[in-house]
């Protein structure tokens, strides 16, 4: 039997590494002043930072704590400011963290994928074929 709450962080770092693709695929070229004028880039890279700072908000303690490398925390704050400071968000800060931290990051979420199980396959959608 599967453990839910195992089957619930695979998750969650399979929804982070989809963010950190999209986040480097979106700023692939982009340059610092481009990411306050290019509006619907940088609504999508602001909307995956969410996504991966949620994902990483609800990865369990003991997840967690099983795999030290990767800054959880730091990575929920990330969405945290977004998310409240909505109004004032600072660009340069974004820049840097698009920079600095999200590459550093995924290498690490990497690293922690590669330990988990494949993923679990889903029923055919016509449950008559499934069963």
């Given at each position: ?19 950190m693709e ?5 700023s ?14 940088t609504e999508?890279?602001?909307f ?6 949620e ?5 369990t303690?003991e ?9 959880w925390?730091?990575?929920a ?5 977004i998310?409240?400071?909505y109004?004032?968000?600072?660009y340069d ?5 698009l920079?600095?931290?999200i590459?550093v990051?995924c290498?690490?979420?990497k690293?922690?994928a590669a330990t988990?199980?494949?993923?679990p396959?889903?029923p ?5 074929d499934?069963?």
């Open positions: 039997m599967t453990n839910p709450s195992l089957y619930r962080d695979d998750s969650r770092v399979r929804h982070m590494l989809d963010a999209r986040i480097a695929e979106l692939r070229g982009l340059e610092r002043e481009q990411l306050r004028r290019h509006e619907n880039t999508m890279i602001l995956n930072l969410m996504v991966l700072g994902a990483a908000n609800n990865i303690r997840f967690a704590a099983q795999n030290p490398d990767v800054d925390k730091g990575l704050g990330v969405r945290h400011k998310v409240h400071d109004a004032d968000i600072d800060t974004i820049w840097d963290i920079q600095n931290d590459p990051e290498e690490k979420v690293a922690v988990l199980p494949p993923e396959t889903l055919p959608p016509n449950m008559a499934f069963l």
